[in-house]
């Protein structure tokens, strides 16, 4: 789904980096980045919001957004703003704390570990999902407390250093950033 806006406001272009200018109080996001968190390796041209600043798309022709990609052709990008957000402290092997924020607030939140790839997801909830996770080792469900949050402290093992994670909101079917155990 892209969205085509007919104005560019609050939208700039830095360097690679495409920037969704704050409003007061609010902080600035870079959007041009993969689901890793790692900003573009080359730059693009076009760029579009949603009216409502949760949907935004870009051109880039970054060859480290898609490793499958070959083609040299810049491709097109859509960045949910409104999906929830996975972020990791803590050493593997040990302890390792695992936030999930932007969820829905007291809906289920599911976590997978696994090797990094693409795989669409077959089954319900959340059918034609597509997840970067592939194919899910371990797979958990937690509640979202009212804010949207979940917090889950594990003990990782050796073997789980290097696994990729993801979470999916399960009522909104958005699907998190991916870290690296």
Known sequence: MLFR???RIGLVFLGFGLLQAPAEGQTTTRVS???AGVQANLGGQSSGISADGRFVTFESAAANFDHDDSNRVPDVFLRDRGA???ARTGD???AVTLTISNATGG???AIACGAAGRRVRRAAPCTGLLLEVSPPLTSLIRAASASGTV?????APAGACGRSVQAVDVTSCAASNVIVL
């Open 33 to 35: 980045v993969d689901s």
């Open 107 to 109: 809906g289920n939140v």
């Open 151 to 155: 917090v889950l402290r594990v003990s």
């Open 5 to 7: 806006p007919s104005f």
């Open 84 to 86: 929830p957000n996975l």
């Open 92 to 94: 593997c092997p040990g």
